[in-house]
Nanobody
Framework: QGQLVQSGGGLVQPGGSLRLSCQVS????????IGWFRQAPGKKDRVTIS???????YYAESVKGRFTISRDNAKKTVYLQMNSLEPEDTATYYC??????????????????WGQGTQVNVSS
């Protein structure tokens, strides 16, 4: 049974940067992509931020131009580089397995593998 192990996150001032990591441990179907979701304080839903599935990449409008997703296949790790952070980016961030939907350009979750969550706080 595979797992997703997250690292990174923390407290940063507005305009600062952080990098999140999501490492695959054990077996997860290799055709799955990895997506990043976040859950803002007091909100129930986890919102898609970005995903990478092979060569296909998706970004939510709210993070385009500021966040960059990448993967290192040798390390079985997907990264989310977050620049120009804003207080509105404060949330708990989760990585999960996804499959890119070409028809809609979105990243629906597949098979329910989730990382443990990482807190990102953007505050002065």
């Amino acid at each position: 049974q595979g797992q997703l192990v997250q690292s990174g996150g923390g407290l940063v001032q507005p305009g600062g940067s952080l990098r999140l990591s999501c490492q695959v441990s054990g077996f997860i179907p290799p055709n799955y992509g990895i997506g990043w979701f976040r859950q803002a304080p007091g909100k129930k839903d986890r919102v898609t931020i970005s995903c990478i599935d092979g060569s296909r990449i998706y970004y939510a409008e709210s993070v385009k131009g500021r966040f960059t997703i990448s993967r290192d296949n040798a390390k079985k790790t997907v990264y989310l580089q977050m620049n120009s952070l804003e207080p509105e980016d404060t949330a708990t961030y989760y990585c999960t397995t996804v499959i890119y939907d070409q028809d809609y350009g979105t990243c629906p979750v597949v098979d329910d593998y989730w990382g443990q969550g990482t807190q990102v706080n953007v505050s002065s």
